[in-house]
């Protein structure tokens, strides 16, 4: 049961990832003014990251699955958020897909953070 809560949450939380994310982006980049797509390029994805972190990090600590899970969905997001970037003929339609990419980067942190220690009481 923890393994398919840490697939909800993983697929739940993953609307900021390359695989669930890069049908939505662009038209919404695209159709908002710019400081709202500003906002969105920053502030949501630092929430959500923040988050992500926060929950992986005290809820799956003995997990060591999702360490692997969230570096390929790191490596999926770079790779086609920045290749797909470079074909874009609007400015807003590029930045949506660098922000895709740059969501691939902060999972990148993600994956490469481990729990804190846990602290023993000793008595000596």
Known sequence: MLLVGLALLLVGSGSRWQPFHSHVAPDV???SPTPVTGY????VKAAAF???LRVLGEAF???PAWHQIVWWLA???MVVGNLVALAQRTLKRMLA???IA???YLLVAVAAGRAPARRHSCSI
């Open 102 to 104: 740059h969501a691939g």
């Open 50 to 52: 923040a988050t992500l």
């Open 97 to 99: 897909y660098s922000s």
């Open 29 to 31: 980049y695209d159709g």
């Open 75 to 77: 490596v999926a997001t």
């Open 61 to 63: 600590p003995g997990v």
């Open 40 to 43: 969105m390029a920053t502030a």
